[in-house]
């Protein structure tokens, strides 16, 4: 029997073969056969989700709910000290300084990255702002956001705050930083489907010594990751109940 | 049961007055015009068991308030109750998530040195295996146009 493992789509270009080197990893070090599925969208991903195709899944903090209140998910681990956060950005020339002066009709760039949106989206609301009187862009790529700040296509634009971090200094240069999230416990999580729920107390115990050997650690780097940690199942109703008050 | 504010902790100058607590008795309180505003960027976390007992707080929610993590493990979460806020409100916001719903508002909340922020929170009830086991709020940053509708929309409601 194989088994089906796939990333949030919003994973970086820069680790899209750090994915295909753990997904290896994992088969060696469990002895399953698993195969790495990726998606060009979110919506694609959830189709195959409800389907009951994925058996392995680091997720998107936006997608925890129903993989483990629909689709029977449990927790595995996260990235230690990794957290999803977002940073509103306008180009440095412009004269807003606050989001409280962004005013009602304007475009805002986004990606489809959506627990990056819903951040983002609570910080704008302190300025009056939401979906009702914005125009939302979504562009394919971080980078694709600063541009249209840059262009003037967009006035405001929503990053994911590593994101903006790794952008050039000449690009970061030309961009003004009006709020940065400070939330520390939303993050992406690999998690574990039903048809290998059985063998989760080991998967688990493999991911959580990976760091301990130069292997597993240069598979974690590829990752852009220094070790995994484990997340408990309380933790992840927790993340989920958290979400959950900031989609209305 | 909440213990009185105390002098010594407030900053500058206050009111004094009494507050009739649901089910926590009564309690002195003192409280000042200074206003902390909204963190930006940050939420403001807690949970409490069913009964409103504060089980859990997060860094924000230490810093905002004044109080220490011990002094606020355990006390009914009406230790940050202030005398500008309605009574209807909080009654609204037991009778949603007593029928398993979520509630959302602007809330004045009153901090331990007698000054005051406003919030917007979110409050659902934790459900685990079925049942509910707590409730946890989350507060974000509200708008000055919101805050001043609410300024004026609050004491009509005593
Ligand atoms: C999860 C949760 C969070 C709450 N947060 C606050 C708060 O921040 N400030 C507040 O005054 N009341 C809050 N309340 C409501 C209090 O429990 C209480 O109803 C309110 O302070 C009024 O006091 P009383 O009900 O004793 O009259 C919260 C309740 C719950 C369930």
């Known amino acids: 029997m194989s088994y089906t493992f796939t990333v949030s789509p919003d994973f970086s270009p820069d680790h899209l073969s750090g994915w295909y080197i753990f997904n290896t990893w994992l088969q060696r070090q469990s002895g399953e056969a698993i195969h790495l599925e990726l998606y060009d969208n979110f919506q694609a991903q959830r189709d195959a989700i409800q389907a009951n195709k994925i058996d392995l899944i680091y997720a998107n903090p936006f997608d925890a709910a129903m993989l483990v209140r629909e689709k029977g998910f449990l927790p595995l681990v996260r990235a230690w000290n990794i957290s999803d956060e977002a940073i509103i950005a306008v180009s440095a020339d412009s004269p807003v300084n606050d989001v409280a002066e962004l005013l009602p009709g304007i475009n805002v760039a986004v990606t489809e990255d959506p627990d990056v949106h819903t951040i983002g989206m609570i910080m704008l609301e302190a300025g009056d702002l939401d979906a009702s009187n914005i125009n939302t862009r979504f562009y394919n790529s971080q980078v694709l956001i600063a541009k249209s700040l840059l262009q003037g296509e967009a006035d405001v634009g929503i990053f994911l705050a590593k994101a903006f971090d790794d952008l050039s200094n000449l690009t970061k240069k030309q961009l003004k930083i009006l709020v940065r999230s400070q939330i520390s416990v939303i993050h992406h999580s690999l998690m574990i489907g039903p048809a290998l729920a059985g063998r989760r107390d080991e998967i688990q115990a493999l991911l959580l010594a990976m760091n301990n050997d130069d292997k597993g650690k240069s598979v974690l780097n590829s990752l852009g990751f220094d070790a995994w940690i484990k997340v408990e199942d309380e933790e992840m109703e927790f993340m989920i109940d958290l979400m959950d008050t900031l989609i209305i | ?158």
């Open chain 2, 1 to 158: 049961m909440l213990s009185d504010m105390k002098l010594e902790d407030i900053v500058g100058e206050y009111k004094e007055t009494v507050l009739d607590l649901y089910g926590n008795g009564s309690r002195k309180i003192f409280y000042t015009d200074i206003e902390t505003p909204y963190p930006d960027g940050k939420l403001i976390v807690s949970t409490t068991d069913k009964a409103g007992i504060i089980t859990h707080v997060n860094q924000s929610f230490i810093e905002m308030s004044g109080y220490t993590e011990n002094e606020l493990i355990g006390m009914p979460h009406s230790i940050l109750r202030h005398p500008d806020m309605p009574s209807a409100a909080f009654k609204d916001l037991w009778d949603t998530v007593n029928r398993g719903e979520k509630w959302q508002g602007f809330v004045k909340n009153l901090c331990k040195d007698g000054g005051y922020y406003w919030v917007k929170a979110t409050v659902i009830p934790n459900i685990r295996h079925g049942k509910v086991v707590g409730y946890t709020s989350v507060r974000r940053k509200p708008s000055r146009t919101k805050i001043n509708e609410c300024i004026q929309l609050y004491p009509t409601l005593f």
